[in-house]
Structures are given as C-alpha cells and as structure tokens.
C-alpha cells in the first residue's frame, strides 16, 4: 500500500479523494436518484453535506498548496485549488438558493462539478510537480 511521505502530499491524496466524492455525489447520485425513485428516501444525503464536503476541503487543499508551494515554487496550483474552492463556494450558494438562479439543482451541480474537477486537477499538479 503506497502511503504519502508527508502531510501535504496526504493532504493532496486527501484533496482528490474528496473531489471525487463530491463529483460523485454531484453526478451520479441524482442519476441513481432518478433510476431508483424507491430508494431516494434511503439514499438522500443530509442536508449540511455541500458544507462539510467544503469545510473538508478548505483545510486539505490548503496544507497540501502551502507545502507544495514550499517544495516547487509553482503558484499555478495553488492559483487553480482557489478557483475549485471558489466553485465549490458558489455551488453551496446555488444548492442554498442564495444565488437566485431559476434552476439551483442544475447550477449547484454544474459550479460544484466544475469545482470538484479544478480542484482534483490542482491536487493531481500540486502532486505532480513536487515529483519532477
């Protein structure tokens, strides 16, 4: 089993982890949700999820951009892990209705999936350039 060396290579491992459980979340259980209209009540996820999903990934991302910063010296990474944290922020916003948007299902799952993937992909370089 492959464990990180350091923490903010656990915290990049961390980050990714928790970008793909938020695109799965975002994606397919509303896919599942609508294949399986029985199971919506046993499968529905609390309510305060989009926070503590957000609230995880704040501290993650940002041990894992302050140590990689520390190691290459890159700020696109951290720059990109910004820009997924923002999504992220603007997709609570959408799902909590405070954007004002016509559909806040879709824009909730369009900016967090968009979060997700920018800040999985700032994980994946932070990673990648602490590596060359």
Do not use: Y
């Not at 209209?37 to 501290?59: D, K, Q, R, T």
């Not at 720059?79 to 922020?89: D, E, I, N, R, T």
Request: overall charge positive.
């Amino acid at each position: 089993m492959f464990l990180p060396a350091s923490r903010p290579q656990l915290a990049d491992m961390l980050g990714v982890a928790l970008s793909a459980t938020c695109l799965v979340h975002c994606l397919f259980l509303p896919l599942l949700l609508l294949l399986a209209p029985a199971l919506a009540g046993w499968i529905a996820l609390p309510e305060g999820i989009h926070a503590a999903i957000l609230l995880l990934a704040l501290p993650a991302a940002f041990v894992a951009m302050r140590g990689g910063w520390r190691h290459h010296g890159r700020r696109a990474p951290a720059l990109a892990a910004a820009a997924g944290l923002a999504l992220l922020a603007l997709g609570l916003a959408a799902h909590q209705g405070w954007l004002g948007l016509a559909d806040r299902e879709a824009g909730d799952r369009w900016l967090t999936s968009l979060g997700a993937l920018t800040l999985a992909a700032a994980h994946l370089g932070n990673w990648r350039a602490q590596h060359r």
